[in-house]
T-cell receptor, first 115, second 113 residues
Framework: DGGITQSPKYLFRKEGQNVTLSCEQN?????MYWYRQDPGQGLRLIYY???????QKGDIAEGYSVSREKKESFPLTVTSAQKNPTAFYLC??????????????FGEGSRLTVL | AQTVTQSQPEMSVQEAETVTLSCTYD???????LFWYKQPPSRQMILVIR??????QNATENRFSVNFQKAAKSFSLKISDSQLGDAAMYFC??????????FGEGTQLTVNP
């Protein structure tokens, strides 16, 4: 089945450690996105990528890094510089051509807790 | 920058009744898309309905319909015959072709039996 897979679903980290969240899609979508969601709040864009080997900062990129070495993969690293990393992280993708409707397809999310 | 505003943090409705969730947005573009997403307790984001700005006709998906007022930049979601499974956080979102989507802060909908 086509879709977006995020892993791990739950992750615990000690302060000062970097952690990488995985996002893989087999939908052949061009663009991929990382959003952060805090309790009772909307989705805030961290980073996005529209093509391999290229990505742009979103609204809250500080303390995060990404890479896009393959079309299907867009991992997010939460670095020790991120002051408040405990949150729910959502990865999404969308096609950029061919009868597109602009719709985002989402993974199931990763819950990161910093101890 | 585009902004999306959902002015109702929480709403409630009786089962089988109708509820309307509000959304306004700000843009200078003429061609764009609008979406309503549902996030149940599982936290999986599910697309409820989409509207292309160039279409005058309001989108409808079964019990879900929108009232799209382009001049007023308003995009409300109407849920008819509400069911317990409709209880969720609902997000309004705006985007243009090939660009990022901007989300509102969400409306938490409770359905009372």
């Amino acid at each position: 089945d086509g879709g977006i897979t995020q892993s791990p679903k739950y992750l615990f980290r000690k302060e000062g450690q970097n952690v990488t969240l995985s996002c893989e899609q087999n939908l052949n979508h061009d663009a991929m996105y990382w959003y952060r969601q805090d309790p009772g709040q909307g989705l805030r864009l961290i980073y996005y990528s529209q093509i391999v080997n290229d990505f742009q900062k979103g609204d809250i990129a500080e303390g995060y890094s990404v890479s896009r070495e393959k079309k299907e993969s867009f991992p997010l690293t939460v670095t020790s510089a991120q002051k408040n990393p405990t949150a729910f992280y959502l990865c999404a993708s969308r096609p950029l051509a061919g009868g597109l409707t602009g719709e985002l397809f989402f993974g199931e999310g990763s819950r990161l807790t910093v101890l | 920058a585009q902004t999306v505003t959902q002015s109702q943090p929480e709403m409630s409705v009786q089962e089988a009744e109708t509820v309307t969730l509000s959304c306004t947005y700000d843009t200078s573009e003429s061609d764009y898309y609008l979406f309503w997403y549902k996030q149940p307790p599982s936290r999986q984001m599910i697309l409820v309905i989409r509207q292309e700005a160039y279409k005058q006709q309001n989108a409808t998906e079964n019990r879900f319909s929108v009232n799209f007022q382009k001049a007023a930049k308003s995009f409300s979601l109407k849920i008819s015959d509400s069911q317990l499974g409709d209880a969720a956080m609902y997000f309004c979102a705006y985007g243009t072709s090939g660009s990022r989507l901007t989300f509102g802060e969400g409306t938490q909908l409770t359905v009372n039996p």
